[in-house]
């Protein structure tokens, strides 16, 4: 089997004309036998209707198709927004030949606009028909809207030997912060599993990865997080043992899938890991690292590679943390720039200078102040971004 399918799944694109490029914009995952499901979705207050819609039927814990479309984000549309979005579900249901409420929907693109639904009723049978094992990539790519590659991996796991696959894909490359679900991702396994079980994992596995990633500090309206388990491997969650199993590959793939968004977040040249360590707390390792990876003017002199050490100790510093900066090290991977209170000179900064040419590097602070430790990932911030997010509407 392709590394990229997943057992018992089929998934397709195609252009329903919602995007003003005439790209893909219209996407298809469908199981081939009713699975269990799950999702996790964005804790904005303001929630398009395919959250809203998706919400309620999740909790039936079953689904057995996904319809998503990439160029309208059908949020703050009112009633005929949520009339739409489970217009989207009908004509999903129909084609497929499956109960309604077994359709979930997503969307992402520019909000306030209604949903052309008669476009997407026009492409259904051209996109039905175009189910394939093998389509996760024309999936990937119809969700895309400023990303400017596909996101797809798939792993494998081992359970009483029998093999399974999760196949996960997802979108996003702006108003992306760690507020889950921030982007629209969606996640096949051919592993059985509860609905229990799956929200159990992908909320952990969340937390590992969508929520540790920052691009921009916003979040959408539209995220969410979709996982859909059919057991056509034969493969079972028997026990805690194998749940944890598959919560190491799931967590592969969210964690994997995360640092794709971030190396394609809009305008970004680089991929920049924070890590925090020797913490007092959890959360105060947490509240750091986020602090710096959101800060505008490290990602800015990231950007211009500029090894301005002091604008992370600034942004350590108004975390809210007490530490005592007499005692803390940054690193630039593994090059000591600041320590004992003071920068290490000019040659040293040199060095910093060279990590700061990299595609992908670490900037890592000691804090002497405990035993925990955490990371996130976050990129630069680019001229770039600033010219994509200044016309995205036209």
Known sequence: MNTLQCNGFQAAGAAAGLKKNGRDDLGLIVSNVSAT?????????VQAAPVVLDRERIKAGVCQAVLVNSGNANCCTGEQGMQDAMEMARIAASALNIPEESVLVASTGVIGQPLPVDRIRQAMPALVQSLRADGFMMLAEAIMTTDTVPKLVSRTGMLDGKVFTVTGTAK???????????????????????????????????????????????????????????????????????????????????????????KDGEGATKLVEIVVRGAATDADARKIADTVAGSNLVKTAIFGEDAN????????????????????????????????????????????????????????????????????????????YVRINADYRS
């Open 309 to 384: 050490w002091g604008r992370i100790l600034a942004a350590a510093g108004r975390a809210g943390v007490v530490f005592d900066p007499e005692k803390m090290d940054i690193y630039f991977n593994d090059v000591l720039m600041f320590s004992e209170g003071s920068g290490r000179g000019a040659a040293v900064e040199d060095e910093v200078t060279k990590v700061l040419k990299l595609s992908e590097f670490a900037i890592t602070i000691d804090l002497y102040s405990g035993n925990c430790r955490t990371s996130v990932w976050t990129c630069d911030f680019s001229v770039e």
């Open 37 to 45: 499901a799950a999702g996790v979705f964005t804790r904005n207050r």
């Open 172 to 262: 996003g490359a702006g108003m992306i912060a760690p507020n889950m679900a921030t982007m629209l991702c969606f996640v096949c396994t051919d592993i059985g599993a509860a609905a229990d079980q799956l929200h159990q994992c992908l909320y952990a596995s969340v937390q590992q990865s969508f929520n540790r990633i920052t691009i921009d500090g916003d979040t959408s309206t539209n995220d969410t997080a979709l996982i859909l388990a059919n057991g056509m491997s034969g493969a079972v969650i028997r026990s805690l043992a194998d749940l944890d199993v598959f919560q190491n590959v799931l967590n592969d793939v969210l964690v994997t899938l995360a640092k794709m968004l971030v």
